[in-house]
């Protein structure tokens, strides 16, 4: 029996699963052992990887939607070269603006280069990528903070921190590797505390638990760092050397009185003032956030809230501490890194001449086959699609019609686009399902690459299962396409995964991220290895952190105290409107919005197949609504959609939680974006509702 | 046959389920795998009609189905914990188990098709039910002590 | 206490398993025609080979030492004498009670309509206990044995042509029904199993009888002859249709019969006063785990713990055979309009019906994967109301009914 190492492409953990498969078929799966992130533990999800593709299987040919409205199946070649025909027809007729396209951090690196190779660099259209809608934030909260975006941990620091403070994540449910890490970790005096303005998982299971009103969060984080520093909580000496902007941040955040906290969060001054101390007694504070944070309408200014707690205790840079996102996806940081759309592969704006050189070389291309601009945002490319601008739009493996805030507008989008191409092993996702033309890609059990996960550790996905010859790879379908296009010898460097690796490896030398030291089949059966690895050093420790020396990536070296004013809520609740409803992970087994994890037995019979709220009592007694009653919940957004009820105290009064893997979730959020990030504002909408059954 | 009359056996631990607390994530059935060489969970949790989430557990019964159906003797009481544990070399793949098992949490394992019965986790290097460790909300727990 | 147990099989076995636990100090025997403790339902793993004798046995080896039995092997009782409370052996000696237990089971029933069938000297076979098995094992590995017919497609039947595929002769099966396993399959269910056997070159009839067995000179069998006037060469003629409690040797012994054996209560109590029975030789549910129920509870009885059987849902049953894997609970088919049938069948071979009425399921067949599917024994045999399932009656489970009964 053959057992291969390879990672699991669900969560941002990308754990790792050994595979055992015998005559091409999948005996068994297990997570690795000795693995850096999981050793030895998986998820329900990863463990039932085998089961993809078991009861729902595409045609393995290409789908053509026909002028008539009815499909074709069709040849690879045939359904390549006339796709290829008519996005050069659409980009000849209406400009190379007219092409976009929305890629995914569920594939390695390598394909995601590729595609942005032909997207943005050949076609000069736009490629964004479904990290937008997760860890964007994190991103420009970095840059900001640390002059790059650098998530500064590792996961082993959840066994080191005494001081764990969890930020509208919820890691029980969203992350249980982990977890399960810091369960097993627990040391007597540890204290794991959650803010949240759900009684989530977590909370329940938190020693301390505040309860704050949703996206208050960042002037908690004013509140705190006042009285932080009126208490002479901080930690001036490393204010001192290692950060920028402290006295001006202290002048700011002066005006942030505990008096105003409990108008403002909905806490009382006590818990703030015990939230404190809980920070001032911990030795190795870290403060982890997630989606709850990365996506509001001022996200991005809220994560730097957050930051400038650690930086101003010292709690960066040593084991156990850090202001530490994790994120959502399996290869975001890769997707961040190296996907070519928000920076030149490696880092650097379009602008850095410098950069730029550096790029065309390893790349093999002339400078203009880079882009001179950041790609325009997954909101953009929506609203553009909407407003008859943009003609084709590809999608990678994801399924915007169902995730996309707003979804209902997506719907429109794919009415409004001339040529839709999804790429994805189900031909029968919200956004697959009619799409013009349609790629049955091979899942990743069949794919090889690399992933970067939240720690920014690289890891290889390697073929469990052998394909048949008509099985095509993103990779190919990407390269087939660029050879249609007419990309010529600006593939001569690209024709394999191990190629585009070795490219994007070069693009990261002398950067901050700079992972020259890692070889393609090297890091095959290892416990993976973290950014930065540069050639010729010896890797003498497995679980590494940014900034031990203090030295940050910004221009002076410094850490910045960024802050601003916060807004005001552009959409607040209203008389029409009362109730806030909030979106995210229902359970561990689910992932998004259901495509794969449908395809799991222990999972459908243990989830609810319908689309369902949380609400608590209280709330529900008002209006005599029942448990397993429906209600019907309208939106600001104009949109309304029906739920089974929940009954529970773990959401506030005011607010309704709704799982994120139903159609009608997202049907109800706003088209409200973070102002510098775009992500959008997931979590915080206000609706009405009334009983329907 | 009634539970109340007959004379119960030493058994030195019962999973407990809270089902209150369960909130469905399914830790413990990835943790029967994990803990079972990849082989089918002994376990599972299923969504009742009312939408409550309910881990279904074998519960070493004082009036064992699964022994009474078993026509090979891999099915057993094991004299020195009290658990029913299952040989599967002694099994003849005749299912008789899965038909007599109330609880319906027998399974066939996918590896074998032979039968995934849950032995309290006593082949495990830990020694303790991996599901009960765990589990992230205390949903489940082994009860310990002597059956009168 | 002298416990005596006559029989050393699912009943027999239980019954002193239970006494050594209820009293550890008591004196147990058992008498057995049995030489070797073996189980009945496996004897097609031992004509494969699969399993050796010592595979059969379902208690563990030491059973008998470690549960401090006396066993006595391969005799034969004759005669029992309530008034003395004792029984005569074959051998003239006699062993005495406090309490006995009548677990002597059954035996293979050679129909009287079946001309020949009884006369044959040689080539006529049941498919019951080891002596069978060992007797049919013998003779398919003899080169002029060739043609094997087996009478009777229910599980026995099938057991022993499952068990004699590899032998490489020209097996026929009979059956006066319209297709395998009628009592637990429809015909649905019933056709995976007809095409594999047919795949591994069993003939199969099926609606007809047999009528006749032609015999050599020597009284061998050497042709069967079908209720249609075909005749099918026949070396060696295996009887599956049906069984016989073993109740000879209670005759003069005032235990009083029923219509179908022995009769005994829902405690094992015989209408004398210190025998109890259990098992097969009721002739009632000739059904493993009934007999090994049967056994407890006359074990409790015996030691004066009433305790009483509540289960007598005795039509289930579980079949393995050709990789085929079903579950069959109380009837296979709807017994008419009024009740609903529900079927569900998928790409992967599975298929499953479930026949109810009013929120009471009468039937349910699962073929495929079995897993979880024990649940609906309990719906079936408890007669529990699902009408108030919101889920297909197909992924009902506990959940619905948590807390509501426990073993």
């Known amino acids: 029996m053959k057992k291969v190492q390879t990672t699991c492409n669900y969560c941002s953990l990308s754990c790792n699963l050994d595979f055992y498969v015998e005559n091409n078929e999948i005996v068994k799966v297990l997570p690795t052992s000795g693995y850096s992130v999981n050793d030895g533990f998986a998820c329900i999800k990863g463990l039932n990887l085998d089961k993809q593709l078991t009861r729902h299987k595409p045609s393995p040919q290409p789908r053509i939607k026909k002028p008539d409205g009815t499909f074709e199946i069709v040849s690879w070649d045939d359904a390549i070269s006339s796709t290829a025909k008519k996005l050069l027809e659409i980009k000849e007729k209406y400009g190379p603006e007219s092409i976009a396209a929305l890629s995914t951090a569920q594939m390695p690196f390598e394909e995601m280069a590729l595609f942005s190779h032909l997207i943005r660099g050949y076609m000069k259209g736009n490629c964004d990528a479904n990290t937008r809608l997760c860890m964007a934030t994190s991103v420009f909260a970095h840059r900001g903070a640390f002059g790059f975006d650098a998530p500064p941990y590792a996961l082993k620091d959840f066994e080191i921190s005494d001081t764990i403070i969890f930020i509208g994540a919820n890691p029980v449910v969203a992350h249980p590797a982990i977890w399960n890490r810091v369960k097993k970790s627990g040391r007597p005096e540890r204290k794991i505390v959650v803010i949240d303005p759900r009684k989530s998982e977590t909370a329940q299971q938190a020693d301390y638990y505040y309860p704050l009103k949703g996206k208050s969060d960042i002037k908690l984080f004013y509140t705190l760092a006042n009285y932080l520093i009126e208490k002479g909580w901080i930690d001036n000496n490393y204010i001192r050397s290692y950060t920028d902007g402290f006295s001006a941040f202290k002048a700011f955040v002066a005006d942030y009185k505990l008096e105003n906290v409990k108008a403002e969060t909905g806490l009382e001054p006590e818990q703030v003032k015990e939230l404190a101390e809980l920070i001032h007694n911990g030795k190795a504070v870290s403060l982890w956030w997630t989606m709850g944070v990365n996506q509001g309408y001022e996200a991005v200014r809220t994560a730097q809230s957050i930051i400038n707690i650690a930086l101003m205790t010292g709690n960066i840079g040593r084991p156990g501490t850090g202001p530490n996102s994790l994120t959502g996806q399996p290869n975001a940081m890769g997707s961040r890194l190296l996907s070519n759309q928000a920076i030149l592969p490696g880092g650097g704006d379009y602008d850095n001449i410098i950069r730029r050189a550096a790029c065309a070389t390893a790349m093999g291309v002339p400078d203009w086959m880079l882009p001179d601009k950041p790609t325009l945002t997954y909101n953009v490319i929506v609203e553009k699609i909407n407003a008859g601008e943009i003609k084709a739009l590809w999608v990678v493996h994801t399924n915007p019609r169902h995730s996309w805030t707003n979804n209902e507008t997506f719907q429109k989008a794919m009415e409004k686009l001339d040529l839709l191409i999804v790429n994805e092993i189900y031909d029968d996702t919200d956004t697959s399902a009619a799409c013009d033309v349609f790629f049955p890609v091979v899942p990743a059990l069949k794919k090889e690459g690399t992933f970067i996960n939240t720690e920014r550790r690289l890891s290889a996905l390697r073929p469990v299962l052998e394909r048949e010859p008509y099985e095509h790879s993103d990779f190919e379908v990407f390269l087939k396409m660029g050879e249609a296009l007419g990309m010529g010898e600006l593939l001569n460097k690209w024709r394999t995964p191990r190629d585009v690796f070795n490219i994007m490896r070069q693009c990261t030398r002398g950067m901050p991220a700079d992972f020259t030291g890692v070889d393609y089949d090297g890091i095959v059966g290892t416990k993976g290895i973290q950014w930065p690895f540069r050639e010729g050093e010896t890797l003498t420790d497995n679980d590494r952190r940014l900034f031990e020396n203090g030295v940050y990536y910004t221009p002076n070296m410094r850490a910045k105290f960024v802050f601003e004013k916060p807004m005001a809520d552009p959409l607040p609740v209203s008389k029409e409107f009362p109730y806030i409803f909030n979106t995210g992970r229902g359970t561990v087994g689910q992932w998004h919005t259901q495509t794969r994890t449908r395809e799991i037995d222990a999972v459908q019979d243990a989830v609810s197949q319908n689309a369902y709220c949380l609400i608590h009592p209280g709330l529900a007694s008002g209006l005599e609504i029942g448990e397993g009653d429906k209600v019907e919940i309208t939106s600001i957004n104009g949109e309304s959609a029906v739920f089974e009820v929940r009954l529970t105290d773990t959401v506030q009064e005011g607010e309704i939680f709704a799982p994120i893997h139903y159609l009608e979730t997202n049907k109800l959020t706003p088209s409200v974006y973070d102002p510098i990030s775009k992500e959008p504002s997931y979590k915080t909408t206000p609706v009405n509702l009334r009983k329907v059954g | ?148 | 206490m002298r416990h005596l147990i006559i029989g050393a099989s699912a009943a027999g076995l239980n019954a002193a398993k239970t006494l050594r636990h209820l009293d550890p100090n008591a004196e147990i025997t058992i008498l057995s025609k049995d030489e070797v403790i073996h189980s009945r339902c496996v004897l097609h793993h031992y004509l494969k080979g699969k399993r050796d004798l010592a595979g059969l046995n379902f208690v563990g080896q030491d059973f008998i030492t470690e549960q401090k039995l006396n066993w006595k092997k391969g005799v034969q009782v004759t005669k029992v004498d309530t008034g003395k409370s004792e029984v005569a052996l074959a051998d003239g000696s006699v062993v005495g009670y406090d309490k006995l237990l009548l677990a002597a089971g059954s035996s293979t029933a050679f129909p009287a309509g079946i001309k020949n069938l009884r006369e044959a000297k040689s080539g006529v076979l049941g498919f019951r206990n080891i002596n069978d098995a060992q007797a049919i094992k013998e003779l398919a590995g003899q080169a002029n044995v060739q043609n094997i017919v087996v009478m009777g497609a229910g599980l026995v039947g099938v057991d022993a042509v499952d068990g004699l595929l590899g032998f490489g002769k020209n097996i026929s099966l009979v059956e006066s029904f319209s297709h395998i396993l009628n009592r637990q399959l429809d015909m649905r269910a019933a056709r995976p199993y007809e095409q594999a056997f047919a795949m591994a070159g069993v003939k199969q009839y099926y609606g007809t009888k047999i009528t006749e067995l032609v015999l050599d000179d020597a009284g061998a069998v050497k042709q069967a002859e079908l209720g249609s006037g075909i005749r099918i060469p026949c070396d060696l003629f295996i009887v599956t249709s049906g069984i016989k409690p073993n109740v000879g040797f209670l005759e003069g012994s005032g235990i009083a019969l029923g219509q179908t054996g022995l009769d005994f209560d829902g405690y094992g109590k015989t209408n004398i006063e210190n025998v109890f029975g259990a098992g097969d030789i009721s002739g009632r549910s000739p059904i493993w785990p009934a007999a090994v129920k049967e056994g407890i509870i006359a074990a409790y009885n015996m030691v004066g713990r009433p305790l009483e059987q509540t289960d007598f849902f005795a039509s289930k049953a579980t079949m393995n055979f050709q990789s085929v894997a079903t579950m069959s609970l109380g009837l296979p088919e709807s017994p008419d309009d009024s009740y609903t049938v529900e079927v569900d069948e998928d790409q992967a071979g599975n298929y499953k019906k479930i026949i109810h009425k009013n929120g009471e399921i009468v039937g349910a067949i699962v073929q495929g994967d079995l897993s979880y599917a024990g649940i609906l024994t309990q719906l079936i045999r408890e007669k529990i109301d699902v009408s108030k399932i919101k889920k297909p009656l197909f992924k009902v489970d506990y959940s619905d009914f948590f807390g509501e009964f426990v073993f």
Do not use: W
């Open chain 2, 1 to 148: 046959m009634n539970r109340d009359t007959i004379k119960k056996r030493e058994i030195s631990g019962r999973i407990k389920v809270d089902r209150d607390k369960c909130i469905g994530c399914l830790g413990c059935m990835s943790a029967c795998i994990v803990s079972h060489d990849g082989h089918s969970p002994r376990n599972r949790v299923v969504i009742s009609s009312d939408k409550v989430s309910s881990p279904i557990f074998c519960q070493n019964c004082d009036l064992p189905e699964c022994t009474y159906t078993c026509m090979c003797g891999a099915m057993h009481i094991d004299p020195a914990t009290g658990f029913v544990l299952y040989d599967a070399d002694q099994c003849g793949s005749c299912y008789m188990c899965v038909m007599g098992c109330p609880y319906g949490v027998l399974r066939m394992n996918k590896i074998d098709g032979k039968i995934s019965k849950c032995d309290m986790c006593v082949s495990d290097r830990n020694g303790q039910p991996q599901c009960v460790d765990r589990c992230p909300m205390g949903a489940i727990a082994v009860e310990r002590g002597v059956q009168a």
